[in-house]
């Protein structure tokens, strides 16, 4: 079993990569148990020696360093554990001890009505600003950790004082988050941002189509603070980029910018909330999500701006590091970054398309791109560039993503939830959960 080893810093390296040990010869399910288990370690050797949450990334930056945990990737990181404990990769104790100590981490934690800031400081809960008026309250970076803490609530139900514990302390976590009040005084749609020294000055409302329907299922299932379901309808849904239904590389797109966007947002959302059947008055989410992934997949075979590498076997645009720092990238905007965790996160949409890229990743490119966490978060054979860095979200969706191809352990998980049930129905949603056993 993995153990804990405190806030061991990732490897730097020249093309270091190589030095971590590739097994050959692997089918297809030893594969992914290597894939999944070498990930996870970023979320277990790789937390916070204090807090237990996900360090933001593996490098440092100009502006904030080792100290920086992510909320987001932390809630990532919670379902990886479960991942870890469900396969025995660590004990289901030392996965206890470990939420525990984050989660008793965040009720000290700044938060501001109950949502928390994008990043805190690891080591003792204040906010670190993502930007000068980002210093606040991330409803969508709180979703992400919630939804990991409601799976963990739901997997560690066994009568007993520190499951009990777990238990109550999530609870708490999640009933003082007041979704309502990021309506700002009750307008029709979410708003992302609030800050006690900026207020809403942020003036970010979500509306469709991003990473943010898990925002609103989560709001709409609050115990104390829920959403109307027009919060849904007229805000959510009337997105400028919401509808879609026009055909690329000969796939329609039911919902989103054209060309579907970056690969993530088949994926964070998705994380919990089962896309398998899910459906309401706008989509068949699971066609959604088969169809964004086919397109990103599409378009990198056709590869129109004669990128370096692509093919069948190398695709995956979406947010990620890049060798001039940080962005988003989708066929509408591909320099030539493919990202591993594109694709690989997307194995439950189109798993045969998927294992082709994997073991691309892993057994051509891996001398470059495999390391002590698994994949490094991308590269660029266009630009001849690969990165040397990890980053929480990132890294937690292809533990997730490659479990609920395999088992459905998360999906089952969070859709277990009562009060998740009760958000979907309150929004019209449809879905094989929501049916009577």
């Known amino acids: ?35 999944q288990r070498q990930t996870f370690r970023y979320f277990w050797d790789f937390a916070h020696p204090v807090s237990g949450l996900a360090r933001e ?9 080792l100290e920086t945990v992510t909320t987001g990737g932390s809630g990532f990181g919670v379902m990886a554990i479960l991942v870890a404990a469900e396969r025995g990769w660590v004990g289901r104790q030392d996965a206890l001890d470990h939420l525990l100590r984050m989660v008793r981490f965040l009720l000290r934690a700044d938060s501001y009505h109950g949502i928390l800031p994008h990043f805190l400081n690891g080591e003792t809960g204040r906010t670190i600003p993502f930007t000068r008026k980002d210093d606040g309250g991330d409803l969508v970076e709180t979703s992400f950790l919630l939804a990991g803490l409601l799976c963990a609530r739901q997997y560690f139900g066994r009568d007993q004082p520190e499951e009990r514990e777990l238990r109550a302390r999530i609870n708490r976590l999640w009933e003082e988050a007041e979704w309502s009040w990021h309506t700002r005084g009750g307008e029709n749609v979410l708003y992302w941002h609030w800050s006690p020294n900026n207020g809403w000055s942020m003036n970010f409302e979500i509306r469709g189509w991003n990473e943010g329907l898990i925002t609103y299922v989560l709001a709409a299932s609050s115990p104390r603070y829920p959403i109307d379901a027009d919060v849904y309808h007229r ?11 026009r055909e690329f590389y000969g796939i329609r797109l039911p919902l989103g910018p054209d060309h579907g966007g970056p690969l993530f947002l088949a994926h964070y959302s998705f994380l919990g909330l089962d896309p398998r059947g899910l459906q309401d008055r706008y989509a068949n989410y699971w066609d959604q999500n088969v169809s964004h992934t086919l397109i990103n997949r599409a378009h990198c075979i056709r590869n129109p701006n004669q990128r370096k590498g692509y093919g069948p076997d190398c695709w995956g645009l979406t947010s990620s590091d890049d060798p001039w720092g940080y962005d988003q990238y989708a066929p509408d905007c591909d320099p030539g970054v493919i990202s591993p965790t594109a694709a690989i996160s997307s194995l439950p949409y189109a798993p045969e398309h998927c294992m082709l890229a994997l073991r691309h990743f892993y057994h051509d490119l891996g001398d470059r791109i495999w390391g002590d966490y698994g994949f490094f978060d991308a590269f660029s054979e266009t630009h ?21 191809h395999r088992t459905g352990l998360l999906w089952n998980l969070f859709m277990s939830c009562h009060e998740v049930r009760t958000g979907l129905q309150r929004l019209s949603f449809e879905s094989p959960s929501l049916s009577p056993a």
């Open 57 to 65: 990334r593996s490098n440092l930056r100009p502006d904030y360093g």
């Open 1 to 35: 079993m993995i153990r804990a080893t405190g806030s061991r810093p990732a490897r730097s390296r020249s093309r270091a990569a190589s030095a971590v040990m590739r097994p050959a010869d692997l089918d297809d399910d030893a594969l992914l148990d290597l894939v």
């Open 384 to 404: 001849g560039w690969y990165a040397s860095s990890y980053l929480a979200i990132d890294q937690g969706p292809i533990v997730a993503m490659i479990e609920n």
């Open 235 to 245: 805000g959510w849904a009337v997105g400028r980029n919401f509808r879609n239904g």
